[in-house]
């Protein structure tokens, strides 16, 4: 079993930056690749970016690509998105998650364990 809980959300300016942490509970966290996700008020849920559990293979949406950046830590069992140049369309709340297996996805589906939210507000 896995829990997740996010932190770092809040409100900021557009072109400013938030740093997203997300503290796992569970021996095996290392194992497992990890994603952050997004859904903003009416709109389904969203890929972000993902990290295999190595930290070596990153992917990232198209939408954040070149202004957000995912990391992780194994031996402090958290994972970090660096949010910069926050647009005002990046307004959401963001999710972590853990899936299972070996390969990252961009798929909310193929993820298991989703922690609660942390809020997002980029105002023009």
């Known amino acids: 079993q896995v829990q997740l809980v996010e932190s770092g959300g809040g409100l900021v300016q557009a072109g400013g930056s938030l740093r997203l942490s997300c503290a796992a509970s569970?021996?095996?966290?290392?194992?497992?690749?990890m994603g952050w996700f997004r859904q903003a008020p009416g709109k389904e849920r969203e890929f972000v970016a993902a990290?295999?559990?190595?930290?070596?293979?990153?992917g990232y949406a198209d939408s954040v690509k070149g202004r957000f950046t995912i990391s992780r830590d194994n031996a402090k069992n958290t994972m970090s998105l660096q949010m910069n140049n926050l647009k005002p369309e990046d307004t959401a709340v963001y999710y972590c998650?853990?899936?299972?297996?070996?390969?990252?996805?961009?798929?909310?589906?193929?993820?298991?364990?989703w922690g609660q939210g942390t809020q997002v507000t980029v105002s023009s």
């Open positions: 990290i295999s559990s190595s930290g070596g293979s990153t």
């Open positions: 998650a853990v899936k299972r297996g070996t390969y990252i996805s961009r798929t909310t589906g193929a993820y298991d364990y």
């Open positions: 569970g021996r095996t966290f290392s194992s497992y690749p």
